[in-house]
C-alpha cells in the first residue's frame, strides 16, 4: 500500500496512545549504516515556532550512534500485528539481531533517515537540539531511582518535523 504525505497536525489518534502504547521505530542511517529501536517515551508539540518531536535515547543503544553520526531519524509507527517483531527490536540490540536488509521487516530510506515500509505512519526528522537528562535538575528525585539505577540518563533528541507520510 503506497504513502501519502499529510501535514504534521494532520497526524490521527492520540498522540499520547501512540508513543506510549503503539510505540515507534527509531531508525537512523543510511542503506548498509544504519539501525532501529524501539521507543515509547518522547513528545510532539510545538517548539522555536516549528513542529517538533522529541524522543530519548540511552548512551549504550546501538541506534544511539547512528542518532549521533546523522542529522535526520525517522519515527516509524506499526500496526498491532507487527508487536512480536517491535518487541525484538525492543529487546535485542542491532549488535545482535539484524533490524535492517535481511531482517523481518522491509526497511526503506528517506531524509536520510532508515524507515519502515510495514509503517502506517512515519514521521521525518531533523536534530535541532540535544540535551542529556542531569540528575541534579530531576526535581522529583525518585524518577532518578526508578529510571536511571545504571546512571544510564537518556540523550533527548529534538528534531524538527520534515515531513510526514500515511498509508493511504
Ligand atoms: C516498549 C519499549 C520501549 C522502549 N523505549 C525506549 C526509549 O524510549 N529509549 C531507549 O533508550 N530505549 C528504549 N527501549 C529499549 C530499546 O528499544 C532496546 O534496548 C533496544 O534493544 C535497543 O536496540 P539497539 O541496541 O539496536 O539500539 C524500549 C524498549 C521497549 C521494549
Not at 518487541?87 to 531524509?111: C, D, M, W
Not at 533517515?113 to 540528575?135: G, I, P
Request: aromatic content about 14%; glycine content about 12%; charged content about 25%.
Amino acid at each position: 500500500m503506497p504513502f501519502k504525505e499529510i501535514r504534521a497536525d494532520g497526524i490521527g489518534g492520540n498522540l499520547i496512545k501512540r508513543i506510549r502504547d503503539q510505540w515507534m521505530l527509531i531508525g537512523a542511517g543510511t542503506k548498509g549504516r544504519a539501525n532501529s529501536m524501539i521507543g515509547s517515551w518522547g513528545l510532539m508539540g510545538e517548539m522555536w515556532g516549528r513542529d517538533v518531536a522529541v524522543c530519548v535515547v540511552r548512551p549504550q543503544r546501538f541506534t544511539y550512534e547512528f542518532m549521533e553520526t546523522n542529522g535526520t531519524y525517522a519515527l516509524s509507527f506499526l500496526p498491532g500485528e507487527y508487536r512480536s517483531v517491535l518487541n525484538s527490536f525492543g529487546t535485542r540490540s542491532g549488535r545482535e539481531i539484524n533490524k535492517v536488509e535481511g531482517g523481518p521487516l522491509t526497511p526503506a530510506y528517506r531524509q536520510g533517515a532508515l524507515y519502515y515500509e510495514e509503517a502506517e505512519l512515519v514521521l521525518f526528522c531533523r536534530k535541532l537540539y540535544y540535551q542529556d537528562f542531569d540528575q541534579n535538575l530531576f526535581l522529583d528525585k525518585a524518577i532518578v531511582d526508578s529510571c536511571y539505577g545504571d546512571g544510564d540518563f537518556h540523550r533527548a533528541y529534538y528534531g524538527e518535523i520534515l515531513e510526514v507520510l500515511v498509508k493511504e
